[in-house]
């Protein structure tokens, strides 16, 4: 490790000020190891990032005299104030290889619902721990200006007044700021049909819905079910714009969308009779197989399966199902391939567990039974250490060996499989 290529750490002051700690290298951890920061482990902060303050922790660096690491929990430039861990909330298309280093105080609270990157300073700029996966600009903000998307929104207002969710997408794009959302309304890419209100899991990491838990939900679940006229109406208006268009069932702001397949298998038929065009795809637990059959038979074109692991025991920590068990997934996964139906994982990463060597190898395992087509890498939104220890209550966690280590892994001994952030359209299926 050559000290010339550590980057410098960077903290906040109790203002939210972030700035330079000189004598101090960026630390990133991933489970209970913690590593410096260098040129080598970091790229450039990519555009659309956001920076966060981590409060009631403080950060772990790496003490560039001494060669040890250190907490430091007093501000060294105003005596007796406090300092906090910065974070880097990463732009769409990268996953993050190390979460930025802290320690808890008594009595912290819980984290909001996002992922917590490690980040620095090198020379003129900022750089984090992160791994290219998909360079397409879906979700570039700077291709989303909002006197566009507000035009959209009134396009669509005039072209469909009734629709419900037309007017639900309309808050999603301008209240949350939903990329699915402004695409729908700037006629690009990937269209959202969010449909379901009720869901089989109880994901504790879920942003649309959190009961007794201390966490604030990120956004409103959706409040009534579509019709199948209001769906097919988005979607065709979608699918006609936009060239290899994707419209997708499964959106953050609902619950599974298997629980709404009463109104979602008429909706398909009806795209269906109007157009063979566009990728009809739907994100899911995949905890209906038999449900699922019958949206392949109407015209669901690919599915998304959501997995934190493809171990049934820290599967289970994390989504909770109610009503449905972790075999049930792999029946709705192995149903899929046998009809020729294009499968991805919605692999919930965290550095520390994702890369841990019992979870390395189960993946591998997984995959050579259930050879999906493409693993859509995400980053787990969820307080890092609660997740970890969470997941220590059901396994063990060895030392990791990587996050850019399993993806050159799994390139080379599954070099069919594809890896990336978002759905695909069927032309490059």
């Not at 903290?11 to 410096?36: C, N, Q, R």
């Not at 069932?249 to 009463?262: S, T, V, Y």
């Not at 966690?397 to 978002?422: A, Q, T, W």
């Amino acid at each position: 490790m050559e000290k010339n290529n550590l980057i410098t750490a960077v903290v906040a002051d109790k203002e939210g000020k972030i700035f330079e700690l000189e004598g101090y290298a960026a630390v990133g951890m991933a489970g209970s190891s913690f590593t410096p920061l260098s040129t080598g482990n970091t790229i450039d902060m990519p555009y659309g990032g956001e920076f966060m303050l981590l409060p009631d922790r403080s950060p772990v660096l790496f003490n560039l005299k001494t060669n040890k690491l250190e907490t430091i929990k007093e501000n060294p430039y105003a005596h007796g104030e406090p300092i906090f861990p910065v974070a880097a909330f990463n732009s769409p298309g990268y996953v993050i290889s190390h979460v930025s280093a802290y320690r808890e105080k008594q009595a912290a609270k819980h984290l909001p619902l996002f992922s917590y990157g490690a980040v620095g300073w090198y020379k003129s700029g900022f750089r984090t721990a992160i791994i290219l996966v998909d360079s397409e600009k879906r979700q570039d903000l700077r291709l989303m200006p909002r006197e566009k998307i507000i035009a959209g929104v009134r396009a669509m207002k005039k072209k469909m007044p009734q629709n419900r969710l037309r007017a639900h997408l309309e808050n999603c794009a301008l209240k949350y700021g939903c990329p699915a959302a402004k695409n729908f309304f700037l006629g690009r890419f990937e269209a959202p049909l969010p449909t379901s209100e009720n869901c089989n899991a109880r994901c504790i990491g879920c942003i649309s819905l959190q009961k007794e838990t201390g966490i604030k939900n990120s956004q409103d679940r959706i409040s009534f079910t579509p019709s199948p006229d209001e769906i097919s109406e988005i979607a065709l208006e979608h699918i006609r714009k936009v060239k290899r268009s994707v419209v997708s069932f499964g959106q953050g702001c609902e619950g599974d969308p298997l629980l709404a397949a009463h109104v979602i298998e008429p909706a398909i038929k009806l795209i269906r009779s109007k157009t063979d065009r566009g990728t009809i795809n739907m994100n899911t637990n995949g905890s209906l197989p038999e449900t699922m059959e019958r949206l392949f038979d109407a015209g669901l074109d690919s599915i998304r399966i959501s997995m934190n692991s493809v171990r049934k025991k820290c599967y289970d920590a994390y989504f909770r199902p109610k009503g449905y068990v972790f075999s049930d997934v792999l029946k709705s996964i192995d149903r899929a391939l046998g009809r020729k139906v294009f499968v991805s994982i919605n692999y919930l990463n965290c550095p520390g567990f994702t890369d841990s060597p019992e979870e390395v190898d189960a993946l591998f395992a997984f995959l050579k039974d259930h050879p999906v087509n493409f693993i859509q890498w995400r980053n787990l939104n969820f307080d890092p250490l609660r997740y970890w220890k969470v997941m220590s209550g059901v396994t063990s966690m060895s030392s990791p060996v990587g996050i850019n280590e399993v993806l050159c892994l799994i390139r080379k001994d599954f070099p069919g499989l594809n890896h990336g952030y978002f759905n695909p359209p069927k032309e490059k299926f």
